[in-house]
Structures are given as C-alpha cells and as structure tokens.
C-alpha cells in the first residue's frame, strides 16, 4: 500500500487508527482455547469487527515467536486474512549487518507479505537499507518509544543539545523518502511530537502508547497531524480486551468506533 493510498483510506474512513494485533493465550476469552487455532480465531473476530473503523493492523511478532512454530502459522494466517485495504505493519524491531537485514526483509516482505516493518536504528545506515530496497514496502524506524527506559538514550542530550532522537531523525530522514519511511513516536510522549515535527514534518508518524499506556490522543493530533494526516495512532490492549466474555468482538468494535469518532474530531480540528 503506497501513500496516496493510506491517505485515501484515512480520509474514507476519517480514522487513523491502527489496531495492534498482540493475543495471548492468557488474556484471549477462554471459550476461544477449544478452537484448533485459538490466535488466529481470536483475532479474526478483532478484525472483522473493527475493519470499518480501522486503515492499519499491527501484529507484534513477539505474541507470536513465544508460542513456537504454530504462533508463526497464527501470525502467517492473519496477515493473509487481513484485506489490502489495510496497511500490514509487522511490528518486529529488527536491524542488523545488512547481510542478514536482508533476510529479515525478505522473512517478512516477501514470505509474510507484510507492507511495513518496525525497525531500531541503532545498527545504523546500513542495517536499515536492505529493508529499504524493496519496492512499495515501508520501514518504520523507531525514534522516541513510549517506554520510561527511551530516557536512558533517546533523550540523551549532547554537548549542543541535540536529543539522540533528534539526531537519529535528522540523520536517517535522507535513507528513504516520506514514501517509504516511517517513524515510531509513542504517544505518552506527546509534548515531544512538536520537536519532532520541526525536523521530519512530511513524514508518517506511527503512535503507540494510547489505551493501555495512557497517552494522549488530542494531543498526538494537534502537535502531530500534517497537510497528509501524517498519523496512524495504535491500540491493542484497550481495544483487544475491552471484554474477556463472548461479547469480546462487540467490546473491541465500541472501543475501535470510540477511537474512531476522536479521530474524525481531531481531523475536523487539525486536518489541513
Ligand atoms: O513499535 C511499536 O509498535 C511500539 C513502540 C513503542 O514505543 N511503544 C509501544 O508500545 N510499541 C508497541 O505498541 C503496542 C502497544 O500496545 P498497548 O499498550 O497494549 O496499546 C505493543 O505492541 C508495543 O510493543
């Protein structure tokens, strides 16, 4: 799914809202652990019910790796069950020697045919470019995480004061294009989305932290929307286990249609 695409199905909708795909067995209604693949029955009924509020799905892969190979099979089915009116986001936050980023890609561009991946900068230009070269696929490169621990390195400041995140901004944005790189920036750290704006503000911003973690979402929107929206905002446990019964689809469609009608708020407020 290329840009023009994406901002088409956000302006359809009037929703930026992606919808984390992070099931485990634990937390899933327990009527579900009688089906022979209990994940990908969980999530079919999330997206089925929150596809009209929905333009992104993000299954975090680590949901899945921890359950062994049938957790790669529930990950494999879901993200073909997912329409390609959607943008398919394997949260992964992978990088390494470009040799074997390469791989990386292929594992989940070509045989996940995932449309976008998660990645950490850390490694470099040359961890991040093999992900880079294949066609109509996006990276998303993590800048400035919702998690307390981004104050260790991503707000460390040099002798100039620039941030960390501020440099890996500044220095990462001419690796790709605003056609094919996106950026992480969480949502609890919804102050800092303005500085951010200041060094990248053509490019998409992918926000977790709402929900669960508590961010803000008026404030994503007005320090963060563009002429182009500019924003996918993600949930996954607000959305996910709004209800542990067998009302979990309807639960997880009010939450969706909730964020939903924000957002349609926020774009009247902030779209350009
Ligand atoms: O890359 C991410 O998606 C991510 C980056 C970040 O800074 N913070 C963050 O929470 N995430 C992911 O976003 C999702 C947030 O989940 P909830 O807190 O349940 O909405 C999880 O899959 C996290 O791993």
């Known amino acids: 799914m290329n840009k023009s695409q994406l901002v088409e199905q956000i302006r359809q909708k009037q929703s930026y809202l992606c919808v984390g795909l992070d099931p485990s067995l634990e937390k899933i209604p327990s009527h579900l652990l009688k089906e022979k693949d209990p994940v990908f029955a969980f999530n079919k009924v999330i997206i ?9 799905y993000k299954p975090n892969t680590a949901f899945y790796e921890a359950l062994g190979p049938s957790g790669w099979e529930s990950l494999e089915k879901t993200l073909e ?8 986001i394997a949260d992964a936050k992978r990088g390494d020697i ?8 292929k594992a989940f561009f070509e045989t996940l045919k995932a449309d976008a991946i998660t990645v950490a900068p850390y490694m470099g230009k040359d ?4 992900f ?19 104050l260790d390195f991503q707000l460390f400041q040099d002798t100039s004061g620039t941030q960390l995140f501020e440099e890996v901004l500044k220095k990462s944005q001419t690796w790709g294009t605003v056609d ?39 404030d994503v929107a007005k320090y963060g929307m563009n002429d182009n929206v500019g924003l996918l905002v993600n949930s996954s446990r607000g959305i996910l286990y709004a209800s542990s019964g067998v009302d979990f689809g ?19 407020e902030y779209g350009r």
């Open 48 to 56: 089925d019910e929150t596809l009209d509020f929905a333009v992104a």
């Open 98 to 105: 470009g040799n074997t980023s390469t791989l990386y890609a």
């Open 127 to 130: 961890s991040v470019a093999p």
């Open 132 to 150: 880079l070269e294949f066609e109509g696929k996006w990276v998303i490169l993590l800048a400035l995480t919702s998690n307390t621990g981004s």
């Open 81 to 88: 069950y997912l329409p390609s009116s959607v943008l398919k």
């Open 250 to 268: 309807k639960a997880a469609r009010n939450e969706a249609h909730k964020l939903q009608e924000e957002m349609e708020q926020s774009l009247q």
């Open 180 to 218: 094919n790189l996106m950026y992480v920036v969480g949502a609890t750290r919804g102050e800092k989305i303005a500085d951010v704006r200041k060094i990248i503000p053509d490019h998409f911003l992918l926000v977790p932290g709402v929900g669960a973690q508590g961010g803000s979402l008026q």
